[in-house]
Structures are given as C-alpha cells and as structure tokens.
C-alpha cells in the first residue's frame, strides 16, 4: 500500500506562488507515476499535472508555463511549484499515484488513480 500526504496549501494573492508537496509512504515502484488533480466546489475533478519515476512530465493546458511538478525519488516526495497564481486556480488539490501508465495516461484516465491524499486547499484571492 501507499499512503500520500499533501501539505503548502494556504492562500495566496492572484499572481503570487505556492508550493504543495506529496510525501509518500509505503512501496515505491519504478513505474509508478505521480502526480495531481484539483476539484473546486460544483465542478468536475481535473488532471493538474503528472510526473514519471524517470522524470516525464506532462501538464494541463490550463496551468502550462505556471506550474512545475518535480520528484524526488530518494525522499518519495513530488512538489508541485505553482506561480502566477489566478483566482480560477482554487480548488482543493490531491496527490495521487498509480503503477505502471506513464505520465500522460494520467491526464486522460477514466478512473480514478489507485492513490489518493487527503487533499490541500488552495485559495487564491483577487
């Protein structure tokens, strides 16, 4: 089993910075891909961002050139770096993994992923 951990959420200006991370416990597969989703309140979930054990990543459009997801291996940890922040971006983000799809996959998945945090708020006022 893996157990994700989400913190850094909080609040942040429009055009200010967060930085989340996900601490995971547990197995740690090489093909195991890592990454994160955000729901705000009436809204569909949504693939964020998503990250490799090799280092690929792949974004949402939505947040392309203001986010950076990254990983450390050793410390089974993935961060999330979010910039230019804008009000549209609140929402409560979750940590999730799964084995064996590469990060791209992750974006387009049907279901949900095998590992899930507990989530962190992020607000973002104008």
């Known amino acids: 089993q893996v157990q994700l951990v989400e913190s850094g959420g909080g609040l942040a200006q429009a055009g200010g910075s967060l930085r989340l991370s996900c601490a995971a416990s547990?197995?740690?597969?090489?093909?195991?891909?890592m990454g994160w989703f955000r729901q705000a309140p009436g809204k569909e979930r949504e693939f964020v961002a998503a990250?490799?054990?090799?280092?690929?990543?792949y974004y949402a459009d939505s947040v392309k050139g203001r986010f950076t997801i990254s990983r450390d291996n050793a410390k089974n940890t993935e961060y999330l770096q979010m910039n230019s922040l804008k009000p549209e971006d609140t929402a409560v983000y979750y940590c999730?993994?799964?084995?064996?799809?590469?990060?791209?996959?992750?974006?387009?998945?049907?279901?949900?992923?095998?590992?899930w945090g507990q989530g962190t708020q992020v607000t973002v006022s104008s």
């Open positions: 999730a993994a799964e084995g064996f799809i590469t990060a791209q996959v992750m974006a387009d998945m049907r279901r949900d992923p095998t590992y």
């Open positions: 990250i490799s054990s090799g280092g690929s990543t």
């Open positions: 547990g197995r740690t597969l090489r093909s195991d891909v």
